[in-house]
């Protein structure tokens, strides 16, 4: 049974920094992408960041450009997610995502995804 668990998520400032991370068991994703998703309170789900096994090729959402960074360890089977200079727009329920396709453009369709964590950016 594949089981993605993220950790992290919390109550910070605006301006603050928080890092998710995102433990993948049930299978190794070592050969194909993870990322990140986010909902926000009466809207849909919205993609945050891509990258793809290598690491070799990273996309992210407009609204997190240069301030989010994703990473990943194939050893652990894991996905990170560095956030900083957070605002309060950025407050969300953050879910992992694994295994699916990755497509050149950078649009992500996952196969698997986890829980999500919640994220809070007070002003």
């Known amino acids: 049974q594949v089981q993605l668990v993220e950790s992290g998520g919390g109550l910070v400032q605006a301006g603050g920094s928080l890092r998710l991370s995102c433990a993948a068991s049930?299978?190794?994703?070592?050969?194909?992408?993870m990322g990140w998703f986010r909902q926000a309170p009466g809207k849909e789900r919205e993609f945050v960041g891509v990258i793809s096994w290598s690491g070799g090729s990273i996309y992210y959402a407009d609204s997190v450009k240069g301030r989010f960074t994703i990473s990943r360890d194939n050893a652990k089977n894991a996905v990170y997610l560095q956030m900083n200079s957070l605002k309060p727009e950025d407050t969300a329920v953050y879910y992992c995502a694994a295994g699916g396709a990755l497509r050149g453009s950078g649009n992500y369709y996952p196969g698997y995804w986890g829980q999500g964590t919640q994220v809070t950016v007070s002003s």
């Open positions: 049930g299978r190794t994703f070592s050969m194909y992408a």
